[in-house]
Nanobody, 120 residues
Framework: EVQLVESGGGLVQPGGSLRLSCAAS????????MRWVRQVPGKGLEWVSV????????TYADSVKGRFTISRDNAKIMTTLQMNNLKPEDTAVYYC?????????????WGQGIPVTVSP
């Protein structure tokens, strides 16, 4: 069974930090690009950051650049999102996504999401 399980969310004050983790199982993690996506209730999905399967190429949305850091550990089968200097506009449900392109087309796996609230 494929599973992506996020942890580390919660309530934090503006300027604070949180570290989200995504533990994967049930698929070949090292061949998948990993992505963090967030959604504010009532709004669409917003891509936050992506890391390639080697962990070398990392890309960030402009809204989080310089504050968030994505990483992965293929041995521990997990990816993390370190979030620093959090702002109220970072409040959202954060999802971990795995993506791979095979002969039959793309395959996507999603976590269940974890809420992050940035508030005084």
């Amino acid at each position: 069974e494929v599973q992506l399980v996020e942890s580390g969310g919660g309530l934090v004050q503006p300027g604070g930090s949180l570290r989200l983790s995504c533990a994967a199982s049930g698929f070949t993690f090292s061949t998948y690009t990993m992505r963090w996506v967030r959604q504010v209730p009532g709004k669409g999905l917003e891509w936050v950051s992506v890391i390639d399967k080697s962990g070398i190429i990392r890309t960030y949305a402009d809204s989080v650049k310089g504050r968030f850091t994505i990483s992965r550990d293929n041995a521990k089968i997990m990816t993390t999102l370190q979030m620093n200097n959090l702002k109220p506009e970072d409040t959202a449900v954060y999802y971990c996504q795995a993506e791979d392109y095979g002969v039959g087309g793309p395959t996507y796996y999603w976590g269940q999401g974890i809420p992050v609230t940035v508030s005084p």
